[in-house]
């Protein structure tokens, strides 16, 4: 009789440990669930994003728009040949957005110099599609550079909107550069030796 008493004991004390442990898992369950849900949330605006991104593109016949949540590389169409360009590292700064735009050739030949107009701004918040009306833009320029290659970053200093602001770049107008040559200042002719300048 004793021995099951105790044996009683024993499994009442293993289910009321196992009861303890399940609900010291709950709280980490909950926080795991929670992650989940950001995560997903996450994944579906990178891709409502990157179809808007898309579709933007197929209907653009000059320059290429990238979308920062869609966080996704596109493919330009340029008089310097066919580009990979891509936006990273999008942050806050005391002006607006500060932000790394990398431009490539898929054909992994050498970047020819170029200039370009990159223009930014917000998107509706209805339709999804860029309010061109307050856009803003800048001139970039990329030089031949001594060491050929394939690839190229600038570092962008957009004004005028936050990194939560920011609803599209705009990349366009891509023409090549002839010569990287700076020109040199006039030098001033010397007074020959004696003389006085006036």
């Not at 004991?9 to 303890?20: D, M, N, Y």
Request: charged share 15%; proline share 5%.
């Amino acid at each position: 009789m004793t021995i099951r008493y105790r044996n009683l004991g024993l499994f009442t004390a293993v289910i009321l440990l196992a009861g303890c442990a399940q609900h010291r898992e709950v709280p980490k369950l909950k926080n795991q669930v929670v992650e989940l849900k950001q995560m997903l949330g996450t994944l579906t605006e990178q891709a409502i994003a990157l179809e808007r991104q898309n579709r933007l593109n197929q209907n653009s016949s000059n320059g290429v728009y990238l979308l920062p949540q869609a966080n996704s590389a596109a493919r330009l169409q340029s008089s310097v040949g066919e580009l990979s360009v891509s936006l990273s590292q999008v942050k806050s700064e005391a002006n607006g957005t500060q932000a790394i735009l990398a431009i490539g050739t898929l054909s992994g030949q050498a970047l020819p110099g170029f200039t370009a107009t990159l223009e930014w701004g917000q998107l509706d918040a209805t339709t999804g599609m860029p309010l061109t009306a307050d856009a803003l833009s800048q001139q970039i320029k990329s030089y031949d550079s001594l060491l050929p290659k394939n690839e190229q970053s600038f570092e962008l200093r957009l004004s005028g909107v936050t990194p939560e602001q920011l609803g599209y770049i705009r990349l366009h107008s891509l023409t090549p550069v002839t010569s990287n040559a700076v020109p040199q200042p006039d030098k001033k002719k010397r007074a020959p030796s004696g003389a006085l300048s006036r």
